[in-house]
């Protein structure tokens, strides 16, 4: 195309493609509405051979039914003053900035912590000569991801992630589901399409061969780059503007891969795909600069960014290089010089972000520094360019995956009063917010603050304002986030933008695709290019549109729910915009009160609509339980909102009067109301709503919530006369009560009504109903609430009326006759009905009036007059009870014992309350007189009785409570313990008395002796109480007179009973014997009581007991005739034999006894016997034969054998004994038993020396001969078959073990993993390669220097470095887990340099092999070990084999010497499964 064609295109595009749609008319996404249709018509014009398409947008009314009530009303003119960019647009942004100054309470906490300050900031050639801290190189995941040869260059990636990129890596990451939060805080964002710059997009791309859009950047104009090279300029009314560039020129440059517009919109930057740069004026159109210089050749220009200074731009080419441009005119002619300001080579740039201010905060100090910040591929920096260039921080990423985008985004944001820039990077699912400062010396500190963790891949981040920023994840889903609470406040599904990628400009495929694999596995989701944001919106760049995306203000996010028909939602949004709580709140402005009266008026308008709805919607027919749950759902709210909004006068006349044409509604209305009632924060109720909500409840007998809420409400909101005649017939007591006093201020007359109720059935003798008593005890807390000033049921009442109200009680309590008496009325009938309900009770009552009472003389003569009033009531009659008049007493007591006392009780009526509680021919209701005597007596009553008298008359009465308090007030301890001894409830108690007194401090000397005798006085009563409390007492307090105690215990069962409680630990007494120091007479004296009393238990006694002399205690034994205790003790001597000798006469004595037995007899108990003591003695043999010789072992056996047999040699074959079988198993059991310690070959000659058996008689026992032979077979196939199997095991084992550790080593690489050179470096001939079985090859010199050798049984150890370094232990003791992780390696491959070929790869052989096996021989004999389920055979065989040689007499028993040897034996779930000898039948 020539230039007169370029001329044509422009002039045609800027003077004939102008479009009349405005911002305005944009289309919904969320709600689903469209509030203006569009019609479009479309003209072609033919200029130069080119088709252009010319737009005209006409409006079109909506014919949806809105509801004009809720839905704000949207004309052309307000949504032109909502989207002009640049009017409202450009000062969007920075409303925030003075809401959050105005707001301190939502500032960032102090909590967040800062980064170090660097004294010496890092020049940038320093940062540029840093090594890489990555050790190994990067190795691109999927190589399918560069296959440049099937990409045309002049395509671009435009296809959406939602149907293309399904197997994104981070989609393993969108596991953690978040609650929704629309219900929380409606819809945030509006999603619209820009619809008149997207046709003329799809206009130019098809009639102008545009080609695709790539770019996108925004100010007060909106400017599109295309593939072919062309810039489409529009301007807030999405009019084309201008078309800069032509087709020709994108053929030679490529695609436009960057777009920048400068601050004043004055000039336009565009990057290209082959790395030129152009200028243009947007006022003329004219190209002002074409810079094809300015970065090396052959790279896509991946950013370009004009700075706040004009002159100045920065550009990112594909080459990871960043350069300044700065702009010029000398003599009129333009001209670029660039300098570099980070090399590529060092790291690979792929995001930069100029910091740039607005007009209002130009005057910012750290605007003079014209910061830069920059993501490399491992860090982030920022930069100054001014004065000169610095860098001012570094901050590398850490781990996160190669394929996340680097996202780079400033703002400024008010902390702590004061406006700074925060710089918010991110990399992956991690967003870090920087906040930048200058302080007084003008250097720069960085301060981290609070970061964020998502659950998804960032591809975009985008401040919206300084609290809101909205974030695109990788799978095209914006998340609008609140920066301080992190609270995610909206999710939106984009996909249908299709949103344009800059994938091929990172893999620089219009320049042959020389960029490193990392860069180009980054761009593959680049879309910083298609996302622009200005003045609060933000533009979204699609294939074929252009959608833009704002914060709903703070009424159009209520109305989007309305239409949704989410009105409790829209009321719940509305009053947290009241009450200062929303998210993102915009359109608010003034002060709070202001803002919360604009709210409030439209909660009004929204709740009419409400109660509107709930009636509409309410089911005509059906049950009356569906009605009832639907008002029950919608009428709360209503109720609800109007308290909350503090609008009664709207709750009790508009919304009352709405809701009382359904009766349902207004049913559920009134009970709406009970819960605020009842809690007090409804007062205020009009006359008609309370009339009707009593009725309402007496309707549905709901009586008690009737009395609960009269008692809440307001006096004047009441017809007096209709609640006191209810309350009456209802018997709502409390409610009649509050009218009372509050309406009428009459207190007395409640009173009056309550005492008929239950005067008559008490006066009567009869008993109470439950309904009387609830009366009675109201009667009782509303005489105390008037007598202590307090109203009831709650409140108080007024300070005027208490001293009325106190005089009008105590005249009504002391009148002598009610106002309707009869003739046999007795006086005082009100004191003395409430005296016979509950004396405890109405005394208290008095109490607490009398400690309210002044001490003027109105106060003192009321409270003489109703004592006297009490005393004649309750003393002169007989039909009050001991308790009732102890408690008169114990109440006179307490007012007597007061300081500032003025009553006055005659001193005789204690004394007659005294006779009458200790009369003693009255035994009925004995602990309970003692009880109120002793209650009277602590109250301070006890001064006015004699003493002496009260000793005597409690002695008497057998007052042993009272006895105890006198005596304690006399200090006379020793007395007590008789008190405790002949009381029968407290006997047991006196243990823990005497104990406390002996050692307490306090008590005198003497007092602890007097304690001490009597205890022993009656220590025989102390033992027969409880022996072992007794003995603990005695053990803790009288351990020196233990045998002073001995001798006074008399009674010998009683000495044996204490003796084996203080003796015995087995009977759970608390008795140190360390400290007791026992003589070992009295333990020979237990031993004999034992004997005597309960002999069986003599042997467990002596396993327990320590301190006894043997021989004194076997001549006890032996006196007693217990042969299996003089054997125990024998046995323990030492004096084996003799105590044999003692079994075996028992045993004799035992088989002549059954042997006697005739056929007849059928007593199995002696047999039983036998066999117990059989089993004895055996038992003592078998503890005994490992100490012995074999000549001993052999006097013990046999005569146990001959014992045996005796009987049997005796009976004939011909007539066998009634006992012979049982007889045979236990010969059998000794023979089985003895076979372990004498050899078969002696018992088998000792049976045959005998003369019996020796003359041919072997019949008899032939069973047990061929019994001990069929042992011997099977235990011998068992051994022959054991050694088969753990041959056959080890000789498999030995297989395997062979060929795991001959089993060559594969090495991971060709190099030193410590010094990094090759293998076969020559200048060391004598070093040997080593090859560990983790795949590490080392030098030998290498490892030496880094000291990987151990020493192991005297050899010396190789260990792997990178291994052993991974995970120090550092302790020798540790070998061994070491040696089973594989970190240490003896059998390593070593190769010897002076071997080997001059060409080719080295031969390898393998170390010389050593008779012991290694620790890695060892390590997989373990695992073979492990092979098996529980204990191997082969362990079996190592454990018999380690065993053998033990000088143990048991085989299994015992623990090895090695440090850690645990016998599988052992085990608990070792077992042995053998089948039991075949048993011959004779």
């Known amino acids: 195309m020539d230039t007169n064609d370029k001329i044509g295109l422009y002039a045609c595009l800027q003077g004939n493609c102008r479009s009349t749609l405005k911002f305005g008319n944009v289309r919904d996404h969320h709600s689903g509405h469209c509030d203006i249709r569009l019609k479009t018509k479309q003209k072609l014009t033919w200029i130069n051979g080119i088709q252009l398409l010319k737009v005209n947008m006409e409006n079109e009314p909506d014919h949806e039914n809105v509801e004009q009530s809720l839905c704000a009303k949207t004309t052309e003119e307000e949504l032109n003053k909502s989207f002009n960019l640049e009017a409202s647009l450009s000062k969007f942004s920075y409303i925030d900035l003075d809401k959050e100054l105005e707001f ?499 909660m009004v308008e929204i709740l009419f609509h409400y109660a509107d709805r709930a009636l509409k919607k309410c089911p005509d027919q059906g049950k009356i339980q569906v009605m009832e749950q639907h008002f029950q759902d919608m009428v709360p709210v209503i109720v609800d909102y109007c308290l909350l909004l503090q609008r009664k006068d709207l709750l009790f006349s508009q919304m009352y009067d709405k809701l009382s044409e359904n009766s349902v509604a207004k049913g559920v209305f009134l009970e709406c109301l009970e819960p605020y009632i009842l809690s007090d924060k409804l007062v205020g109720i009009t006359p008609q709503v309370m009339k009707d909500l009593i009725v309402h409840f007496q309707d549905k007998k709901l009586m008690e919530n009737v009395e609960a809420l009269i008692v809440h409400m307001d006096i004047t909101s009441l017809d007096i006369q209709q609640v006191v005649l209810m309350c009456w017939e209802n018997r709502l007591y409390d409610a009649m009560i509050y009218v009372y006093n509050r309406g009428m201020n009459e207190f007395i007359s409640p009173m009056e009504k309550l005492f008929k109720v239950i005067a008559p059935p008490l006066n009567a003798g009869k008993t109470l109903t439950d309904e009387q008593v609830v009366m009675g005890n109201k009667l009782l807390v509303y005489i105390s609430c008037c007598l202590a000033g307090r109203a009831y049921p709650l409140g108080d009442i007024p300070e005027d009326l208490v001293p009325l109200v106190k005089n009008q009680v105590f005249e009504f309590l002391i009148r002598l006759h009610s106002a309707e008496a009869s003739l046999e009325e007795e006086i005082y009938p009100y004191v003395r009905t409430l005296l016979h309900f509950d004396t405890r009770e109405f005394l208290n009552v008095l109490a607490l009036t009398f400690e309210d009472f002044k001490n003027d003389k109105q106060a003192v003569e009321y409270q003489q007059r109703i004592v006297d009033i009490l005393l004649k009531v309750m003393v002169e009659n007989s039909d009050f009870t001991p308790s009732q008049v102890g408690c008169l007493f114990t109440f006179l007591a307490r007012q007597l014992a007061k300081p500032d006392n003025t009553l006055f009780v005659n001193r005789t009526l204690f004394d007659q309350v005294l006779e009458f509680l200790c009369s003693p021919d009255d035994d009925s209701r004995h602990s309970e007189r003692q009880q109120v005597l002793l209650e009277l007596l602590q109250a301070g009553g006890i001064v006015q009785f004699e003493e002496s008298r009260l000793i005597r008359m409690a002695e008497k009465a057998e007052f042993y409570q009272i006895c105890e308090f006198m005596y304690e007030r006399e200090h006379q301890y020793d007395k007590i313990i008789d008190c405790y001894l002949r009381d029968p409830l407290r006997e047991e108690e006196v243990f823990n008395y005497i104990h406390n007194i002996l050692s307490i401090p306090g008590h005198s000397a003497e007092e602890k002796q007097s304690v001490w005798q009597k205890a022993m006085d009656h220590i025989e009563e102390l033992v027969s109480l409880k022996p072992s409390k007794a003995a603990e007492l005695v053990a803790t307090h009288f351990s020196e007179q233990i045998e002073t105690v001995i001798k006074k215990l008399q009674n010998q069962v009683l000495l044996f009973k204490f003796l084996q409680s203080l003796l015995d630990p087995r009977e759970g007494v608390h008795v140190n014997q360390e400290l007791l120091q026992i003589s070992p007479c009295i333990t020979e004296l237990f031993i004999e009581l034992l004997c005597q009393f309960n002999p069986n238990q003599v042997i467990e006694t002596l396993q327990v007991l320590e301190c006894y002399r043997l021989e004194e205690t076997i001549q006890i034994a032996q006196r007693y005739q217990l042969h299996e205790v003089t054997a125990y003790l024998l046995e323990k001597k030492g004096d084996i034999h003799g105590a044999f000798l003692i079994m075996l006469k028992r045993l004799q004595s035992k088989l002549q006894e059954i042997t006697q037995q005739d056929e007849n007899t059928k007593e199995d108990s002696s047999l039983k016997e036998v066999e117990e003591t059989t089993v004895e003695t055996i038992a003592l043999c078998q503890r005994n034969s490992h100490n012995l010789n074999q000549q001993q072992r052999e006097a013990l056996w046999f005569p146990l054998l001959e014992a045996m047999m005796a009987p049997q040699k005796l009976s004939s074959s011909a007539a066998p004994h009634l006992h012979s079988e049982a007889l045979k198993s236990l010969t059998m059991q000794v023979l089985n038993s003895m076979a372990a310690f004498i050899a078969l070959p002696s018992i088998l000659q000792r049976i045959l020396q005998d003369p019996v058996y020796g003359k041919g008689k072997l019949g008899e026992i032939q069973g047990l001969i061929l019994g001990m032979l069929d042992t011997f077979n099977y235990e011998q196939t068992l051994l022959e078959t054991t050694t088969s199997l753990l041959n056959q095991d080890l000789h498999w084992s030995l297989c395997h073990l062979r060929a795991s550790v001959t089993r060559g080593l594969n090495p991971k690489q060709d190099y030193c993993s410590i010094c990094l050179q090759q293998y076969k470096r020559r200048q060391e001939m004598a070093d040997e390669i080593i090859v560990f079985s983790c795949g590490h090859l080392y030098h030998s010199f290498c490892l030496q220097n880094k000291e990987c050798t151990i020493e192991i049984e005297g050899q010396t150890r190789w260990t792997c470095y990178k291994c052993s370094s991974s995970n120090k232990v550092g302790k020798l003791s540790e070998n061994s887990s070491e040696i089973k992780k594989g970190r240490i390696t003896p059998s390593q491959v070593k190769i010897s340099p002076s071997c080997l070929p001059s060409k080719g790869d080295p031969a390898v052989k393998k170390a010389t092999s050593e008779p012991v096996l290694d620790p890695q021989q060892i390590q997989a004999f373990d695992q073979l070990c492990r092979l098996y389920r529980g204990s191997s055979r082969l362990a079996l065989l190592t454990e018999l084999s380690q065993n053998r040689s033990s000088e143990s007499y048991r085989p299994f028993s015992g623990s090895q010497s090695g440090p850690a040897f645990n016998s599988i034996f052992q085990n608990e779930n070792f077992q042995l499964q053998l089948i039991p000898p075949p048993v011959t039948e004779d």
Request: charge should be negative; proline fraction near 3%; aromatic fraction near 6%.
């Open 104 to 602: 301190k309470t939502d500032l960032i906490d102090d909590k967040e912590f800062d980064i170090p300050q660097v004294d010496t900031p890092p020049t940038l050639e320093s940062i540029l000569n840093e090594t890489d801290d990555e050790e190994e190189s990067f190795v691109l995941e999927d190589p399918t991801l560069l296959n440049i040869d099937t990409i045309d260059s002049h395509s671009y990636d435009t296809s959406s992630v939602a149907s293309s990129d399904s197997g994104d890596r981070t989609n393993l990451k969108r596991k953690k589901k978040l609650p929704d939060s629309f219900s929380l805080h409606g819809s945030v964002m509006r999603h619209s399409l820009l619809k008149g710059i997207s046709a003329q997009i799809v206009s130019a791309a098809d009639k102008v061969d545009a080609g695709l859009p790539t770019a996108i950047a925004v100010s007060s104009l909106i400017a599109v780059g295309t593939s072919h090279g062309l810039a489409l300029i529009f301007d807030q009314n999405q009019a084309l503007r201008l078309c800069l560039g032509s087709t020709s020129v994108g053929g030679q440059y490529g695609a436009i891969s960057a777009l920048s517009i400068n601050n004043d919109c004055s000039r336009l930057l565009c990057g290209f795909a082959k790395g030129q740069i152009t200028m243009w004026d947007l006022a003329s159109g004219k190209l002002l600069r074409s810079i094809t210089d300015a970065h090396p050749p052959g790279t896509a220009i991946l950013h370009i960014k004009f700075t706040d200074d004009p002159t100045l731009a920065i550009c990112n080419d594909s080459g990871g290089s960043v350069f300044e441009l700065t702009f010029k005119r000398v003599m009129g002619v333009r001209t670029c010089e660039s300098r570099c300001l980070f090399s590529g080579s060092k790291g690979e740039v792929c995001c930069i972000e100029p910091l740039h201010s607005k007009p209002d905060l130009k005057d910012h100090p750290i605007t003079q520094f014209s910061l830069l910040a920059m993501a490399s591929l491992t860090k982030i920096l920022v930069i100054g360019l001014k004065p000169s260039l610095k860098v001012w921080m570094t901050f590398p990423y850490g781990r996160m995956d190669p394929s996340s985008v680097p996202l780079l985004a400033w703002h400024f944001v008010a902390v702590h009063n004061y406006v700074n820039p925060m710089l918010a990077f991110c990399r992956g699912d991690v967003v870090h917010f920087l906040l930048v400062k200058r302080d007084e010396s003008g250097a720069i500190h960085v301060t981290k603050q609070k970061h964020l963790h998502l659950h998804y891949d960032l591809i975009n981040f985008t401040w919206i304002n300084s609290r809101t920023v909205v974030l695109l994840d990788s799978v095209e889903k914006l998340h609008v986030i609140d920066r301080q609470t992190q609270e995610e406040l909206e999710t939106v599904e984009i996909s249908e933008v299709q949103l344009v990628y800059n994938s091929s400009h990172f893999k620089s495929l219009a320049t042959g695709g020389n960029v490193s694999q990392a860069l180009a596995l980054v761009g593959e989701k680049a879309c910083y290019q298609s996302i622009s944001s200005y003045g609060g919106q933000i533009f979204y760049l699609g294939t074929k549109s252009v959608y833009v995306m704002m914060l709903r203000s703070w009424r159009e996010r209520v109305d989007h729910l309305l239409k949704q028909d989410c009105l409790t939602e829209a009321l719940a949004l509305a009053w947290s915009f009241h009450e200062g709580k929303a998210k993102a709140v915009v359109g608010l402005s003034g002060d709070a009160n202001k803002r919360k009266a604009v709210v409030a008026d439209r």
